[in-house]
């Protein structure tokens, strides 16, 4: 082989190595990619659970209280931090900041919740309304929120019923328990269910609407 063939043959290596090369990368990017993207129903479901445990952990704390139980304070606890749950499923797509805001309205709406509870059980009328009002303006906060962050599939007057129909089932649900009404509080909390997946439904199916890209 002359020295130009060989000059030539070197040079079809190297190109093939640089194409090898680039061709790997390319895979790597895309693997990495994929690896990247959530499934869409692991999303979905994982929506609902952290949802159901938000109705699960309130029943619960509505018996503690009820009941002057002494697991009251680690049931609340772990209610409080299915708050802080739910603001980090979000932050993934609307950053930590706003995951931190929602984690703060959804404590505002337990804390309040608490009260609620503690003034009926005391009889404290006064202190119940005042409570009641100060919930349902919560829930208009969190509506506007959610509003605000994906207006196009999250419309306001949608999350704002959404958030008063979740109130209205848990407040009834708990009324009928602290009153002795047990089959009907059990009942509120079927109802309860049944909403809190089509709410969860709703926001999951929303983030999957508003970042297409990042779902497979």
Not at 7 to 30: D, E, G, Q, R, Y
Not at 74 to 99: M, S
């Amino acid at each position: 082989m002359n020295w130009n063939n060989r000059k030539f043959m070197n040079l079809i290596m190297v190109s093939l190595l640089v194409l090898t090369s680039i061709l790997s990368a390319a895979s790597f990017v895309n693997t990495a990619q994929a690896k990247a993207k959530a499934d869409a129903q692991v999303f979905h479901d994982a929506m609902r659970k952290l949802w159901e445990d938000h109705i699960t952990w309130t029943r619960l704390v509505i018996v503690s209280i009820g009941n002057d139980l002494p697991d009251t304070q680690p049931t609340v606890d772990r209610l409080l931090q299915n708050q802080v749950d739910i603001g980090n499923a979000v932050k993934p797509f609307y950053g930590e900041e706003a995951g931190n805001q929602l984690t703060a309205l959804l404590t505002d709406h337990i804390l309040i919740a608490a009260e609620i509870l503690q003034a009926a059980k005391s009889g404290d009328t006064d202190a119940q309304n005042d409570a009641i009002a100060r919930w349902y303006e919560n829930a208009d906060d969190i509506a506007v929120f959610l509003n605000a962050a994906n207006p196009e599939n999250w419309p306001l007057d949608e999350m704002k019923m959404m958030m008063r129909e979740h109130l209205d089932l848990t407040l009834q649900e708990a009324v009928t328990y602290l009153t002795g009404d047990h089959t009907a509080s059990v009942a509120a909390y079927d109802q309860i269910h049944t909403q809190i997946l089509g709410m969860a439904d709703m926001l999951s199916d929303g983030i999957i609407r508003q970042f297409p890209k990042n779902f497979k």
